[in-house]
Structures are given as C-alpha cells and as structure tokens.
C-alpha cells in the first residue's frame, strides 16, 4: 500500500501488500502518497505551495520584511520543523533540534522525549524575542489540548489503543491519504491489518526511516534493518512518523466500517480500496497501465 510518482503533477504511492495467508500470488504493491499542501498567509503577504512549514512575513517601518508567524502543515515530520524553525529565526542549522534538552515539553511517556506526533499543525505567532523552546512548547502544548479531549481519549478507549497509538495511526493516515474521506478508509485498512496479524506494509514508514520524502520504495529498500520497516516488522512503528492535523486524528479513532485489507490510488481521485487481493491485482494492474500511458505523454501535455 505504499509509492511512486504516477506523473509531474500527483505522486502515487505503492506498497507490497501480502494477500491473506490462505491465498498464494505474486507480491506487489501501490498506493497513492499525500499530496503537498498549501499555507494560506492571512497576514496580507503571498506565500506558495510548500513541502515545509512556512514563516509569514510582515514589512517593517524600514521597510524590511521579517517573519510575524510559523505555520506548520500537516505531515511534516519533526526534522521538517526544527529546519523551519531554525531557518525563521535566522539560527544555525541544528540549533532546534539541540534545544530539546531544555524545553521541558510535556510529552507523554512513551514518547521517551521524542516530539514527533506532538508538533502540531498550526500557524504559530512568534511574538517577542520568540525561540526555538518557545515555539516548541506552543506546538506541544496545541497537541496535547487537542489530543486529550474527550473525542480523541475516548475514540482511543474505544478501538483498545492508548493515545499515543492513536497519534501513531493518524500520522500514518496523514502520509497515506490523499483526501478526507480516504483518510477514515486507511485508518481501517491499518486496524484491519492490525487484527488479521499482516504486516502493515506502509511506504511513509519505510521513506520515514530512510529520511526521504521522495516515493519509490524498491525491494532493497523493504529489507532494511529497521524498527520503522513496516514490511519486515509486525504492529505499529514505534513512534509517530509525522506531525498529523485534526482531520487524520479523528480518522484514527473513528475508522470508516469496512473490510478492507488493500488500496491503490488508480488515477487522482480514484482510489479504490478492497478486501480481495485479486481484485486489488486487477487494481494495481490498472494503475500501471495509467502510469506507462502518462509517462508516454509528451511533456508539454502534462
């Protein structure tokens, strides 16, 4: 169920998703990865598409523009927002990151101090002589006000997870789906997984423990030593892989009903998720007769 670039303008994601135990078959794999959002400035100044967070501008008495705000996508994984967060308060290069040690977050006990999950996704004020402890505590503290309240606890309670298992999900979710409704369908495929004792087999994992952002998982890739290969390991990684925003929240803890075991993302807009793994061949087999028909289209088509 993780992916690959299907053409210039969508990514798609692919996976190997192991059919049943009791069904014999080739392995293969797709799925359509999330696409890239995009920070809408209210502060009067024009800020494009963007694959990180994003400081919001304002011009001063001198006329020089200086950053007002921090806003912070959905998905971005922590590494993402301590560059940001470095780069909007004109710091070296690794100074958020090494101000962990004294920020003192509040996070919760499996987190082990790890903020992954827990940096949420909102546009941040930077207020007076802001630092990177000050915006990292806002971005916890925003986390834990969202994630404690009775619809995520109790969603939690009720699908037999803690909430750092919920958190967990959802930043999965976050990198899977590639629109609101998906999101509840991953999140059932994940437990669906889960109950059935199959590995999960998620892209966003094996690119999160790789460092990279860029789909195209290969063989070797599925074969790396690591806690976050959701290939050879069973269960859930053992940290969120991304910051997740509300939408992927409440898909984690209210998953769609269904059966579905597999989904591959067709074409835009068409992802068809299933519980037969010969139907999910069939599937996959349209999909790549999408992708070689776009990739034979001239450039300036697309």
């Known amino acids: 169920m993780p992916g690959l670039r299907a053409d210039g303008g969508y990514r798609a994601r692919m996976q190997t998703n192991t059919p049943p135990r009791s069904t014999r078959g080739t392995r293969r794999t797709i799925r359509l990865t999330r696409r890239g959002r995009i920070a809408l400035i209210a502060t009067g100044a024009v800020v494009a598409g963007t694959a990180v967070a994003v400081p919001l501008l304002m011009t001063d008495d ?62 941040y004020p930077l207020g007076e002589n802001p630092t990177p402890e000050k915006l990292l505590t806002a971005m916890v503290d925003t986390a834990n006000e969202k994630f404690t309240g009775a619809p995520i606890t109790a969603g939690a309670q009720r699908n037999a997870l803690n909430v750092y298992q919920a958190v967990t999900i959802a930043s999965i979710v976050q990198a899977e789906a590639a629109t609101k409704e998906d999101m509840g369908k991953v999140a059932r495929v994940i437990f669906n997984r889960l109950e059935r004792g199959m590995p999960l087999q998620m892209d966003s994992t094996i690119n999160y423990a790789l460092g990279r952002s860029t789909p195209g998982t290969t063989p070797k890739d599925t074969k790396i030593d690591s806690p976050y290969n959701s290939y050879q390991r069973m269960g859930l990684p053992p940290t969120p892989i991304a910051n997740p925003g509300d ?43 999408v992708r070689q028909s776009a990739s034979k289209e001239p450039a300036e088509a697309r």
Do not use: C, I
């Not at 993302?265 to 793994?277: E, I, L, S």
């Open 62 to 123: 001198e006329g020089e523009s200086r950053p007002t705000s921090l806003a912070v996508p959905e998905g971005r994984r922590a590494a993402q927002v301590y560059e940001a967060v470095d780069e909007t308060l004109a710091l070296p290069p690794g100074t958020t990151k090494k101000s962990l040690a004294k920020a003192d977050l509040k996070l919760p006990n499996d987190a082990e101090g790890n903020p992954e999950g827990y940096l949420f996704p909102a546009t």
């Open 247 to 289: 939408e992927a929240m409440s898909a984690a803890v209210n998953p769609t009903p269904g059966d579905w075991l597999y989904f591959v993302t067709v074409k835009p807009g068409d992802t068809r998720f299933t519980a037969d793994y010969a139907q999910h061949q069939r599937n996959v087999a349209e999909f790549d007769r």
